[in-house]
């Protein structure tokens, strides 16, 4: 496995394997890996004939206030993982390599940005187009692979994608889950134990609005506030949202007549957690 740093040497290999014919798959990350971003690398591994990893904590998707200093962050273990998923590459550029100035150019996904968590994280998702956008231009990959868990941010990157034909096809794999599913996410390790537990309500919370929309129930107000109320009872630092939304427009529903997207943004203690759940009446 390689570990590449620079920018030019990054666009240099991608440049020499797809010039070989090689389907390459790229991984974005912040690092910190668990099983969530393995599951992306594995089946990378499938799709691909080299898979590239990238491990930048990006600047430019923090907030004011927000945890950029406190990330956490690992690579010595991310190393070790990888090396054991037989990733190829791991491209872990710095931050004077990625933005050598600051960025003029801006790459503002309309609409789909406006609600969840475009609401609360003003410019976050600026931020995370503008450096996904970069990673595709510098690793220039076939396929790049995202979680189901950031529902919101695979949406505005496909939308990306589309709307600037880039010549990439996005995967979305589905969230992973510990065992009292609490969906994996580098944050988690901000839970105290007594916190970690708590947690565990937004997955039970998805799947009691599941359970009630299977059984029949058509009001986006009654869903919304069984789930507030289980959220409530352990007693989160704030909820950030409970909503449900069109999958493919982000737009809040006012009845469940097809697919909708339940998503959740709860802060307990420093973590602010997402999860979400797409649901089929
Ligand atoms: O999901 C993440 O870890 C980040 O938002 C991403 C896509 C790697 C961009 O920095």
Redesign the pocket.
């Known amino acids: 496995m390689e570990i590449v740093r620079t920018v030019h040497e990054m666009q240099t290999y991608s440049d020499e394997v797809r010039a070989q014919g090689s389907i390459t798959g790229l991984v974005?990350?912040?690092g910190y890996l668990h099983e969530g971003h393995l599951s992306l690398v594995r089946r990378a591994r499938e799709d691909a004939d080299i898979v590239i990893v990238?491990i930048?904590?990006?600047p430019t998707?923090f907030g004011p206030g927000e945890d950029l200093s406190t990330y956490p962050r690992d690579f010595e273990s991310d190393v070790h993982l990888l090396e054991k998923e037989n990733a190829d590459v791991i491209f872990n550029p710095a931050v004077s390599g990625m933005y050598p100035e600051p960025s003029l150019t801006n790459v503002y996904v309309h609409k789909l940005t406006q609600g969840l968590c475009g609401a609360d994280r003003p410019g976050h998702f600026e931020?995370?187009a503008l450096?996904?956008a970069k990673?595709l231009n510098i690793v220039k990959p076939h396929k790049a692979f995202?979680?189901a868990k950031?529902f919101q941010?695979q949406a505005v990157?496909r939308r990306m994608v589309t709307d600037l034909n880039f010549d990439v096809e996005i995967v979305t794999c589905p969230v992973v889950r510990e065992r009292d599913g609490l969906a994996m996410s580098?944050r988690n390790m901000y839970l105290t134990s007594d916190e970690r537990e708590r947690a565990a309500v937004l997955n039970q919370s998805l799947e009691e609005a599941e359970r009630l929309i299977k059984e029949g129930e058509r009001s986006v107000d009654a869903i919304l506030n069984r789930m507030r109320t289980m959220i409530q009872s352990k007693n989160p630092v704030k909820i950030d949202y409970v909503s449900a939304v069109d999958p493919d427009t982000l737009e809040p529903v006012t009845g469940i007549r097809g697919p909708v997207l339940l998503a959740v943004a709860v802060r307990f203690g420093k973590a602010r957690l997402v999860d979400n759940r797409l649901v089929e009446p």
């Open positions: 974005p990350t912040m990238s930048f904590v990006n998707q931020g995370v450096v996904v990673l995202f979680g950031d941010q990157i580098s």
